[in-house]
């Protein structure tokens, strides 16, 4: 079993719909990270979480809000879609300490008509 | 502002050959610098990492060569293999912090 599980893998929706993400890891990491990826502009840092009671900002998160329901969930939402959010979205985890090596989940492609 | 800036955008070799992929940062707080690959249809997964104050690191056939002066880093595939066809991403991080800022990536294509 994936120690990282997205879910769904890809949604198709319509703008101004409210859309949930769903991240799930069994790695037993306390940090958990939201990325999306654009061709030709990399991974950018949305929200992340250092633990359940802990949620910051990234470099990109206007539009997007997140919800850490427990320890191993980490879950991103579009309160109202738009074209732009269309993108391919990584959930991620990682543990404290000087690697931080990031364990990425496999994906969820979002596209927003 | 890109934080890490990447080149190539993509670069195709023949088996054998020795791809580059360099990368650059102005951030002198950075203080850890990884490299992850990414296959189609995967996440990315860690390769190699390098610290400031080393300037080379190698694991197999990957390795990184670090230029603290000129605050630049670069990825160097050894007789690369078809199998090593993916995107490559380099990355820093903050000291103190977890947050790693990613490159735009490059795309690597290896020839048979």
């Known amino acids: 079993d994936a120690d990282v599980t997205q879910t769904p893998r890809n949604r198709i929706t319509k703008t101004g719909k409210r859309i949930m993400l769903e991240c799930s890891q069994t790695k037993g990491h306390d940090r958990m990270y939201w990325y999306r990826q654009d061709p030709g502009l990399g991974l950018r840092l949305i929200y992340y979480?250092?633990?359940?009671?802990?949620?910051n900002k990234g470099e990109i998160s206007d539009g997007y809000s997140v919800s850490r329901q427990a320890q191993a969930k980490f879950s991103l939402s579009l309160e109202s879609a738009i074209p732009n959010q269309t993108a391919l979205y990584f959930c991620a985890t990682s543990v404290a300490g000087t690697n931080n090596e990031q364990f990425f989940g496999p994906g969820t492609r979002l596209t927003v008509l | 502002q890109q934080q890490v800036k990447q080149s190539p955008q993509s670069l195709i070799v023949q088996k054998g050959g020795i791809p580059i992929i360099n990368c650059a940062y102005e951030n002198t707080a950075f203080d850890y610098f990884p490299w992850y690959q990414q296959f189609p249809g995967k996440g990315p997964a860690l390769l190699i990492a390098?610290?400031?104050?080393?300037s080379e690191k190698k694991e197999g056939r990957f390795t990184i060569s670090f230029n603290k002066s000129a605050k630049q880093f670069s990825l160097h595939i050894m007789d690369s293999q078809p199998g090593d066809s993916a995107t490559y991403f380099c990355a820093a991080r903050k000291g103190g912090a977890n947050n790693l800022f990613f490159g735009t990536g490059t795309r690597l294509t290896v020839i048979p």
């Open positions: 979480s250092f633990d359940v009671k802990d949620i």
């Open positions: 390098i610290r400031p104050d080393v």
